[in-house]
């Protein structure tokens, strides 16, 4: 999504155009640190401990781990008419600053990050599921009713994620990891056409 920032004054002296010069450059260091807290996902790179620079609440006892995860999607002007493809519009975004990651052993700690890697492909096999709503039921895209086909993906992922939740033990049992690892792999393949940067196409309609 591009942001403009429009300045307006009627004097446009030396003070104003200094001004507005430290501002751009504000601005933009502002977009390039939130750049570097992000990590979008990809097949490509699993999450590491120093990703996790929130402070650690550290009680001296069972290490704990939390990642800060997020589905988020961007809608408006000629792209919703012009384009069958939304791929690009959501993201599924992990938040350095905002997750933690308790110090304690090498084996809990590798444990620990396989889950949080776990939930980060659950999250992005609910921006599949999104973008293939956005791509197969485009009237009510075009009518603006994407919030609903949102609050329907969403509503299943909360099922699955409480679901993974239970039967890992919030990330204690490492069998469980493994098997849901397996699974979210396997759906992620399935809905292979759905990546960010895929192009999906039109299924053909059988000819009676």
Known sequence: MTQKITFEAKYAGFNMTKTIFLLSITFFLSIAASAQNIIEWSA??????????????????????????????????????????????????????????????????????????????????????????????????????????????????????SQVESDTFNGTLDSEIAKWMKWSLEELENLGDFCKTCNPKKKKKNKK
């Not at 589905?71 to 408006?76: F, H, I, L, P, S």
């Not at 973008?131 to 099922?159: G, I």
């Open 44 to 161: 490509d790179y699993q999450l590491q401990k120093s990703d996790f620079q929130a402070e650690a609440p550290n009680s001296g006892q069972m290490q704990t781990a939390s990642g800060s995860f997020s589905v988020e999607y961007e809608t408006g002007g000629l792209n919703l008419v012009m384009n069958r493809n939304l791929n690009e519009n959501v993201s599924c975004k992990f938040q350095k600053d905002a997750s933690y990651i308790d110090d304690g052993t090498e084996e809990a700690t590798a444990r620990l990050l396989r889950y949080q890697q776990l939930i980060f492909n659950l999250y992005e096999i609910q921006a599949r599921n999104l973008r293939k709503k956005f791509f197969e039921e485009r009237k009510k895209v075009l009518t603006n009713r994407l919030s609903e086909l949102h609050e329907q993906v969403y509503a299943d992922h909360a099922k699955l994620l």
